[in-house]
């Protein structure tokens, strides 16, 4: 058990559904982070929150929708997404953030996302 | 931005051999380097963590290092086992780590 939690473990979606990718962390940690893993390419931070407020989002598009409504617990909502959105969408975890020292990142094992 | 590189991209070796992997970044100002492991289709494991004051960390079979000035960082793995097979990735940053694509290890028995 890695301390970070993630559901569900795979997903399958049509291009018109709403789903919700869900994280939670029970490390006490301050600051959590979205990262997508696509074939064959480095990791990709999406968005970055720090103390529940969002301090980064790469150029994600808007389909992509986060939500951290308290330290432990991070949302991703996803609606009418494409097939180049199937990926492995992994959560982190870290204590420090924006302006303070990071003591290094926990991760969860991610959520596999098929989108049909 | 920050740019990490990672080479070499697979690497197969004999069971028990040491090995270097090696890890390179573009902007020295960096607080944390951080290495990971990942199995296929699961999450990550951190490895080793070396903050930006430090030189190096060891954990059982693993070391690794930091030369912040010439941007490079190595994990050095003894006498490896095919239980180490798996993607190895490093990454740079604080808020907002950057990573490498990775070098595929397979241990051979």
């Known amino acids: 058990e890695t301390g970070v939690t993630q559901t569900p473990r795979h997903l399958v979606m049509g291009m018109t559904n709403k789903k919700s990718l869900k994280c939670e962390q029970h490390l006490g940690h301050n600051a959590m982070y979205w990262y997508k893993q696509s074939a064959k390419k480095p990791l990709e931070l999406m968005f970055v929150y720090s103390l529940e407020e969002r301090v980064e989002n790469n150029s994600v598009p808007s389909r992509f929708s986060p939500e951290c409504p308290n330290s432990s617990h991070l949302f991703l909502h996803l609606h009418t997404l494409q097939p180049e959105d199937s990926a492995l969408y992994l959560c982190a975890s870290s204590q420090g953030g924006a302006g303070l020292t990071n003591y290094g990142y926990t991760f969860g094992s991610g959520t596999r996302l098929t989108v049909v | 931005k920050q740019e990490v590189t990672q080479i070499p991209a697979a690497l197969s070796v004999p069971e028990g051999e040491n090995l270097v992997l090696n890890c390179s970044f573009t902007d020295s100002a960096i607080y944390n380097l951080q290495w990971f492991r990942q199995d296929p289709g699961k999450g990550l494991t951190s490895l080793l963590l070396?903050?930006?004051?430090?030189r190096e960390q060891t954990s059982g079979r693993l070391n690794a290092s930091l030369d912040k000035s010439s941007g490079r960082s190595t994990l050095y793995i003894a006498a490896s086992q095919p239980g180490d097979s798996a993607t190895y990735l490093c990454?740079?940053?604080?808020?907002?780590?950057?990573f490498g694509a990775g070098t595929r290890l397979t241990v051979k028995p």
């Open positions: 070396i903050q930006s004051s430090q």
């Open positions: 990454a740079v940053g604080n808020n907002d780590m950057r």
